[in-house]
């Protein structure tokens, strides 16, 4: 029962949280302070306390900030969207590289940006102040001295990631929806799962699912109900359910209901089909390589 009241407490506080950012964001009448992957590092830190993100909490402000300041400056060149994508993506894993940090959601928050066409300073502010009173509360918990170190980047990631992301933007550009190239809640997880040691199909199909839904219901919520604060407390504990239904911890999820309130009209209408696709192809990918390398392991195996 004390574990119980420990969990739902962390889940209150954090959607707390993320309703006084979107409450701030109406109150300012400034919809660039909302920050969607504030929701996912709330979910993974303060309540799922995934270990890979909280060792060494300083970074929980250095690395989103950072990709942050990336994704607004580079938002100002006089550059296609597709390009801005490609170099923010670039420059996010070479900080991430530098900081030896795993954090994945910094994607998120470097593409932001771009996404949402952020040209006031008020957006690296907000981002600055969350992402501070993450780390303070991760801090107060105390989890992170439970952590372990997690392994460092690994250049094949990067490689691969890169890749990837390149083949994507590639694709979408050709046929017509550049608007597609950086999903950030798709690019989280798959930088998470190139980092695992093993991945299956059932949990390639269960994220697959986890993301769509949660775009849908972001999607749903918003056009169901104009208000950001009210769409918010209606959308968050759906996702919840959702991922307790498929048995599944993927604090990215969370960031949908919130991505679905800043996006252009043109992109918002088309989240659930975008995220279904990108994240099909991105999680698919890595289930087909990794199907590959087992296949060629075993048959050199039984070479030897």
């Known amino acids: 029962m004390k574990f119980m009241t420990h969990v739902s407490r962390d889940y209150l506080i954090g959607f707390a949280l993320v309703l ?36 060494q909490p300083y970074k929980i402000f250095l690395a989103p900030s950072g990709t942050a300041v990336i994704g607004f400056l580079i938002n ?5 969207y597709p390009i801005k994508i490609s170099l923010t993506l670039v420059g996010i894993l070479v900080l991430l590289r530098e900081l030896r940090s795993p954090l994945a959601p910094a994607f998120a ?24 009173i ?51 809640p798709v690019l989280v997880v798959f930088f998470e799962v190139l980092q695992r040691p093993t991945y299956s199909g059932k949990l390639a199909l269960k994220q697959i699912a986890a993301l769509s ?36 911890k993927l604090p ?11 996006l252009p009209p ?10 279904t696709l990108a994240a099909s192809f991105f999680l698919g990918t890595v289930l087909v390589y990794r199907k590959i390398t087992a296949a060629m392991t075993t048959s050199i195996t039984e070479e030897n």
């Open 20 to 55: 006084l950012m979107v409450a701030g964001a109406m109150f300012l009448h400034d919809q660039e302070i909302i920050l969607p992957e504030i929701a996912a590092l709330t979910a993974g830190m303060w309540i799922y306390h995934n270990p890979r993100w909280l060792h």
């Open 76 to 80: 100002q060149l006089p550059v296609n």
């Open 109 to 132: 928050t470097g593409l932001l940006p771009i996404i949402v066409n952020a040209t006031h300073w008020s957006f690296i502010g907000a981002i600055f102040l969350f992402t501070l």
């Open 134 to 184: 993450l780390m303070i509360g991760v801090l107060r918990q105390g989890h992170y001295r439970r952590a372990i170190a997690s392994d460092p980047i690994h250049f094949q990631h990067i490689l691969g990631f890169a890749a990837v992301a390149i083949v994507w933007i590639i694709g979408v550009c050709l046929a017509g929806q550049p608007q597609m190239a950086g999903i950030p």
């Open 213 to 248: 839904g949660a775009a849908t219901i972001g999607v749903v919520g918003h056009l169901l109900v104009t208000s950001w604060l009210l769409a918010t407390l209606i959308s968050l504990p759906l996702v919840l359910l959702l991922l307790a239904l498929l048995s599944l």
């Open 252 to 262: 990215a999820a969370y960031a949908f209901p919130l991505l679905a309130l800043v």
């Open 266 to 275: 043109t992109m918002f209408i088309h989240l659930p089909i975008a995220a």
